[in-house]
């Protein structure tokens, strides 16, 4: 067989788009970020009205580029909570508003293969926005993203993700240490609010982008 691995993916993108389709999802898939961009500027944002966005913390969506492409959009009330110059308490107020935008874009920790979403948040507005505020929501997410099942995505997200996010936000956790999650009771601690999102109410709220590529943590 020719290119072996890229039918790998293909197999798997097919299969874990039907599992999340089957829990109301609505789901796209993109051979690399460029596309994931295409995908997001020419048909999703337009087939939603959307006449406002913001965004929660995610590497994958700076990755792909649609930060830079989103921000200065005039069209579209933008908040942005990446805005590095304001004050906490702006941003704190940014992050509230955002939960009544049209469009809310972030990623995720990590995907099962029977189609659940899996994340832990420090704040609580990028789960909060998931669940419940925003007219819809866009997960942008790598291949990497994808384990076999529930207790895999959070243990991937407590060994792997967490600790290399408290690194690269220069927390003062053990885990930057350590590189392992210790249930710490550090004052700085990301861990905070788990959630585990079985299906999309209602059906197509939230919409994922499938991208073949390793993007984010």
Same mark, same amino acid.
């Not at 874990?16 to 995908?39: G, M, Q, T």
């Not at 885990?175 to 999102?197: D, F, L, P, Y």
């Given at each position: 067989?020719?290119?072996?691995?890229?039918?790998?993916?293909?197999?798997?993108?097919?299969?874990?788009?039907?599992?999340?389709?089957?829990?109301?999802?609505?789901?796209?898939?993109?051979?690399?970020?460029?596309? *994931?961009? &295409?995908?997001?500027? #020419?048909?999703? @944002?337009?087939?939603?009205?959307? /006449? $406002?966005? +913001?965004?929660?913390?995610?590497?994958?969506?700076?990755?792909?580029?649609?930060?830079? *492409?989103? &921000?200065?959009?005039? #069209?579209?009330? @933008?908040?942005?909570?990446?805005? /590095? $110059?304001? +004050?906490?308490?702006?941003?704190?107020?940014?992050?509230?508003?955002?939960?009544?935008?049209?469009?809310?874009?972030?990623?995720?920790?990590?995907?099962?293969?029977?189609?659940?979403?899996?994340?832990?948040?420090?704040?609580?507005?990028?789960?909060?926005?998931?669940?419940?505020?925003?007219?819809?929501?866009?997960?942008?997410?790598?291949?990497?993203?994808?384990?076999?099942?529930?207790?895999?995505?959070?243990?991937?997200?407590?060994?792997?993700?967490?600790?290399?996010?408290?690194?690269?936000?220069?927390?003062?956790?053990?885990?930057?240490?350590?590189?392992?999650?210790?249930?710490?009771?550090?004052?700085?601690?990301?861990?905070?609010?788990?959630?585990?999102?079985?299906?999309?109410?209602?059906?197509?709220?939230?919409?994922?982008?499938?991208?073949?590529?390793?993007?984010?943590?």
């Amino acid at each position: 067989m020719k290119n072996p691995i890229d039918n790998y993916w293909k197999l798997k993108f097919e299969n874990v788009k039907e599992a999340l389709e089957s829990n109301n999802f609505e789901v796209f898939i993109a051979d690399n970020s460029k596309e *994931a961009s &295409k995908i997001v500027l #020419e048909k999703i @944002i337009p087939n939603e009205n959307i /006449k $406002s966005i +913001s965004w929660g913390g995610s590497m994958t969506f700076v990755g792909t580029g649609l930060y830079d *492409a989103l &921000k200065n959009k005039n #069209e579209f009330k @933008i908040l942005d909570t990446f805005d /590095k $110059s304001l +004050s906490n308490d702006e941003k704190t107020q940014l992050r509230r508003e955002a939960l009544l935008t049209d469009l809310f874009v972030t990623g995720t920790n990590a995907l099962t293969e029977d189609g659940c979403l899996v994340n832990l948040d420090m704040i609580g507005n990028r789960v909060g926005a998931m669940t419940f505020g925003p007219n819809n929501v866009l997960i942008l997410t790598g291949r990497n993203k994808i384990v076999p099942d529930i207790d895999t995505a959070m243990e991937r997200i407590k060994n792997y993700v967490a600790p290399t996010n408290a690194m690269r936000l220069d927390m003062k956790t053990p885990c930057v240490k350590t590189g392992e999650c210790s249930e710490c009771k550090a004052s700085a601690r990301i861990c905070n609010s788990w959630t585990i999102t079985q299906k999309s109410f209602p059906p197509k709220r939230v919409k994922i982008v499938l991208i073949n590529e390793d993007l984010g943590l």
